[in-house]
């Protein structure tokens, strides 16, 4: 079993920033890849980023250049820096580690 609690969400102007962090812990191999979801009401979750083992990152092309994935496998811990950030940015982000899902965390952006 892998436990996966996010934090760091929160209701933040546009053009501010938010820091989310995913805390994992029970069964965890170190290999493993993790990544950040979104969904906001009314849509499908999707992906808005990868990162692997060994520090290689994937973005959704709606994030690029604003987020910015990390992780401290010291910690069990990935990080999600979110900059510039929009109105459409707001969802539910949860965090994913091969087959186990966080809780999510709010993220609402105002305009």
């Known amino acids: 079993q892998v436990q996966l609690v996010e934090s760091g969400g929160g209701l933040v102007q546009a053009g501010g920033s938010l820091r989310l962090s995913c805390a994992a812990s029970g069964i965890i191999h170190s290999i493993d890849a993790m990544a950040w979801y979104r969904q906001a009401p009314g849509k499908q979750r999707e992906l808005v980023a990868t990162?692997?083992?060994?520090?290689?990152?994937n973005y959704a092309d709606s994030v690029k250049g604003r987020f910015t994935i990390s992780r401290d496998n010291s910690k069990n811990t990935v990080y999600l820096q979110m900059n510039s950030l929009k109105p459409e940015d707001t969802a539910v982000y949860y965090c994913?580690?091969?087959?186990?899902w966080g809780r999510g965390t709010q993220v609402t952006v105002s305009s």
């Open positions: 994913y580690r091969v087959g186990y």
């Open positions: 990162i692997t083992y060994d520090g290689r990152t």
